[in-house]
């Protein structure tokens, strides 16, 4: 069992900067991959960005590689997005996720989640 919370979602203007943050909390000590994921009004979920628990893999979308950087902190127990150089298409609820299958790869692949946080609310203003 892994319980996400996220936050450090909110307003910022295009061209600047927010970071997330994702505290995992498990009730049993193992490896997960965690990832991050967004959903937009009107659009399905899509894959931001994903790192394995040893931090060697990591896998961004083309649309925020460059931008974005995912990495782990806290023991491994949080995960950070720094989101940069934003734009009004960043707009999402942004989603925490963790891979407790396949805790040595950076996956895009929704599916693979199978615990997912509450979301954080992201806006950019233009």
């Known amino acids: 069992q892994v319980q996400l919370v996220e936050s450090g979602g909110g307003l910022a203007q295009a061209g600047g900067s927010l970071r997330l943050s994702c505290v995992a909390t498990v009730q049993t000590l193992r490896p997960y991959t965690m990832g991050w994921f967004r959903q937009a009004p009107g659009k399905e979920r899509e894959f931001v960005a994903a790192?394995?628990?040893?931090?060697?893999?990591?896998a961004y979308s083309d649309s925020v590689k460059d931008r974005f950087t995912i990495s782990r902190g806290n023991g491994k127990r949080t995960v950070f997005l720094q989101m940069n150089s934003l734009n009004s298409e960043d707009t999402a609820v942004y989603y925490c996720?963790?891979?407790?299958?396949?805790?040595?790869?950076?996956?895009?692949?929704?599916?693979?989640?199978?615990?997912w946080g509450q979301g954080t609310q992201v806006t950019v203003s233009s």
């Open positions: 790192i394995s628990w040893s931090e060697t893999s990591t």
């Open positions: 996720a963790a891979d407790i299958n396949r805790p040595w790869e950076a996956t895009a692949a929704a599916e693979n989640y199978g615990y």
